[in-house]
């Protein structure tokens, strides 16, 4: 038996850019192969062919030797790309699931090298004030209300998503209410609002009708009106289905008549706030108890990049939680940040680190072109449809979401379209129902698509339905 070499390198300290290096040679040139190799925006052949390459290409996942860190990663690495649906390819625009820039991606290296926890202070002194400057300065994006020194101070804790946002927030409610609290909901709102309601042990959500497709004040005050204790109403800013926002003033005002905290689940629409031409649109954000925000939608970062933001830092304090070994009562009043009370996760990545690095490159300016120029991608390609004979529009879309299908075609037929177009894997569309029918759903996240790729989409669309 021969002697153990040296533990391979590690990715921080002095030496780790110096190992880093040449394994990051690899890994690019993995990815390029890799996507040579699908060619598309997804693996042609549907699960059972991309399941067979990859346990080919995997074999016996623990071997007894192993095979060395450039093979691993180029095996795996090519393997990943090559099977991968990627939302970087243009006729990838099913879901809410954006191309990361390269940018954040590049930061979320670093972080990833430099492996902080941001559970205490002495596990990322520098990623803990990085966190705490993006989020109070995002927040204050949200809710810009300066005032004198000893007023309300705009906060925000980073997520895992709109998901886990959604749950602090009804979490947040059900402390200053009490398990008496009534959660309520449009119809089109995401489905953690009603699962949030169940995992906190409170009554069945209320779901409203929204034949619109958004929530109706009217119908809004009349539920309120009758319920007896107190109301948490989760509006929409920027629906799954279809990109919807909810009349924010208008719901605001309803529920400041009745006593009730108003959450607005802005995960998708949220970022329009940094564009001049489409904050208009959020009227009435700003009066929200708390907001949920996505940066791996509008904000194009790797996943993950959440926040919950609420208008004061002192709507946070339910969450505060004391363990000995983390945040000591000695160390706080010594001065240490206390970072327990900033999430319901102990050890939880520097994920705002890569949100400072992206709105540091682009600026403001930046990304609001990215948001304006999206939306009008989305605009473009609705004119398209709705000129062309063979297809239907469902509505001129709000954000970046498109909903149509092919006219004269029925709700199977639309679907089995879809699943050919994946199995093909010439394109990847989302669907959705709306009006009691059936709609394929196109999610225009690219700020690089072009109006050829959007033509390359309808031709595409054309033939397949012919087929």
């Known amino acids: 038996m021969t002697a153990p070499g040296p533990p391979p390198p590690l990715a921080g300290g002095r030496t780790g850019a110096d190992a880093l290096r040449p394994l990051l040679d690899t890994v690019l040139d993995a990815l390029a192969t890799g996507a040579r190799a ?23 996942v623990l071997p007894a030797h192993g095979t060395g860190a450039h093979e691993a990663l180029r095996t795996l690495v090519h393997t990943l790309a090559e099977g991968a649906a990627d939302p970087a390819e243009p006729l990838c625009a099913a879901h809410l699931h954006g191309p990361p820039l390269a940018v954040a991606t590049a930061a979320d290296l670093a972080a990833s090298a430099l492996n902080p926890s941001l559970d205490s202070w002495d596990q990322a002194p520098a990623a803990s004030a990085i966190e705490a400057l993006v989020t109070r300065a995002l927040a204050a994006e949200f809710y810009a209300t300066p005032g004198a020194p000893g007023t309300a101070t705009p906060d925000a804790l980073v997520t895992t998503g709109g998901t886990e946002a959604n749950q602090l927030a009804v979490l947040l409610a059900r402390e200053r209410h009490g398990p008496a609290l009534t959660v309520l909901h449009g119809e089109g709102a995401h489905h953690s609002v009603p699962r949030a309601a169940w995992l906190l042990g409170l009554r069945p ?24 204790g107190p109301a948490l109403v989760t509006a929409t800013a920027g629906t799954t289905d279809a990109g919807l926002i909810d009349p924010l003033d208008a719901i605001a005002d309803v529920c400041s008549a009745h006593g009730a905290d108003l959450h607005v689940d802005a995960a998708y ?59 000591p009562a000695d160390d706080t009043e010594a001065g240490l940040p206390d970072l327990l009370g900033r999430s319901l996760r102990t050890t939880r990545r520097p994920d705002a680190f890569k949100i400072a690095a992206t709105l540091r490159a682009l600026g403001r300016d930046g990304l609001a072109h990215l948001v304006d120029r999206t939306c009008e991608l989305a605009h473009q390609l609705a004119a398209r449809l709705d000129a062309h004979p063979a ?20 709700d199977k037929t639309l679907a089995d379209l879809r699943r050919t177009l994946l199995h093909t894997g010439h394109a990847v569309l989302g669907r959705a129902t709306a009006d009691g029918r059936l709609w394929l759903k196109a999610t225009l996240l690219n700020p690089h698509t072009t109006p050829q790729d959007l033509d390359t989409l309808v031709t595409l669309l054309e033939g397949s339905n012919r087929r």
Not at 39 to 54: F, H, S, Y
Not at 205 to 223: E, Q, Y
Not at 311 to 326: E, K, M, Q, S, V
């Open 269 to 327: 629409g949220g970022l329009l706030a940094l564009s001049p031409r489409h904050r208009p649109r959020l009227a009435g954000l700003h009066r929200a108890h708390s907001l949920t925000i996505d940066l791996h939608k509008l904000g194009w970062q790797p996943v993950a990049a959440g926040l919950l933001a609420v208008p004061d830092t002192r709507l946070l304090a339910p969450l505060a939680h004391r363990a000995d070994y983390l945040n």
């Open 38 to 60: 699908r060619g598309g925006p997804l693996p042609a052949g549907g699960p059972d062919v991309v399941t067979a390459r990859v346990t080919a290409a995997l074999g016996d």
């Open 391 to 410: 297809f239907e529009l469902h509505a001129p879309p709000t954000l970046t979401t498109v909903l149509f299908r092919p006219t004269h075609t029925d």
């Open 205 to 228: 959500a209320t779901a409203l009708p929204t034949p619109s497709g958004v929530l109706d004040p009217a119908r809004l005050a009349d539920a309120l009106a009758a319920i007896p």
